[in-house]
């Protein structure tokens, strides 16, 4: 279902965001785009070309959350996050998704994500040491396929096709992406887990992220006020969003922002302020996406630096040598 169109920035388009230093020596940079909004869309700071389009891959997870929601499945607490969560496939998040998918009385075999392994390191050892092998279950989208199975349930739409893009559920995502970036998709393709993924620009990722994050739950208006919902069960449960000392979950937990990774070095992080960065690393590496991210949150005034400083010894953002550690990964984009 590709199409021929612009495709995201190039190298010439981009700035460098960080670099890995290695015994002194600069051993690797990571350029990219990135936009910084404040609470009403004005821009408080950008860097390369954040108005190109670009695959937000999981970060659209919120949006797809709240189409769910709003076609009248009742999600809270850990499965509201679970629909929007790239997880990491403990015991703790698989119990999560199967209650989702009881709901329905829903088989495991329903679920047209891949098959894997999880990502926690300590779940897929024990899984090795039962004997046990991959499944769909443990795969970091599967709480989001359960939610997309459970709104078919509601709604008397087609289970086995529930990934088309022309299916009323991926129809109604499309919307949502649409009213909240304020953007038609430049493109659309297929996302690893096998969902669609629209093509917008970074600045209008910013824009809907933003909007969900202030969305009130006692909204009027049922989109926004599953917008505020989501969000809510994400700051109270950010174990859900990831998984045991990940990233995502160490920004919730401890700074209280709400964030998202996405595939292919996206990131999108919405201060409690209101301010919201999403940026691209254009060489498709997470490593340095959420201090980065934090980073420039810090340099608008959005929060506060002792507090990344806190947290930054927890991102795994140290450079070994051996046993030693003998560099870092540094933020140079602020």
């Not at 992406?177 to 996302?191: C, H, I, L, M, Y």
Request: negative net charge; contains cysteine.
């Amino acid at each position: 279902m590709s199409t021929a169109v612009p495709q995201t920035f190039g190298v010439s388009d981009a700035v460098e965001l960080a670099v890995v230093e290695r015994s002194g020596f600069i051993e690797s940079r990571h350029a990219g785009s990135a936009i910084v909004l404040g609470p009403e869309g004005e821009v408080l700071a950008s860097l390369g070309a954040p108005d190109a389009p670009v695959f937000p891959r999981s970060c659209l997870k919120p949006f797809q959350a709240i189409t769910i929601m709003n076609a009248g499945v009742s999600l809270e607490g850990a499965q509201a996050v679970l629909a929007t969560a790239s997880h990491a496939g403990t015991r703790k998040h698989v119990q999560v998704v199967r209650s989702m998918l009881g709901r329905a009385r829903i088989e495991d075999s329903a679920l047209q994500c891949p098959a894997d392994w999880p990502g926690d390191r300590a779940s897929r050892d024990e899984l090795v040491r039962d004997g046990l092998g991959t499944s769909p279950l443990y795969m970091n989208c599967s709480g989001k396929h359960a939610a997309m199975l459970l709104a078919c349930a509601q709604n008397g739409w087609d289970q086995a096709t529930y990934l088309e893009p022309d299916h009323p559920l991926q129809l109604a995502v499309r919307d949502t992406v649409e009213r909240f970036t304020g953007e038609k998709p430049a493109a659309s393709g297929v996302d690893g887990c096998g969902a669609p993924v629209y093509a917008i620009s970074l600045t209008g990722l910013a824009r809907g992220i933003g909007r969900v994050v202030n969305s009130s739950p006692a909204s009027p208006f049922a989109l926004y006020r599953n917008a505020g919902l989501l969000t809510a069960a994400v700051l109270a449960n950010g174990w859900a969003l990831d998984g045991p000392g990940r990233a995502n979950t160490l920004v919730i937990e401890r700074l209280g922002l709400f964030a998202k990774l996405g595939a292919e070095g996206v990131m999108v992080m919405s201060a409690p302020g209101g301010a919201t960065v999403a940026l691209k690393v254009l060489d498709g590496s997470l490593r340095a996406s959420t201090i980065v991210a934090l980073r420039l949150l810090v340099s608008v005034g959005a929060l506060d630096a002792a507090a990344v400083d806190a947290l930054e010894p927890e991102l795994d953002l140290a450079i070994h040598g051996g046993a030693a550690v003998v560099g870092r990964i540094a933020v140079t984009a602020v």
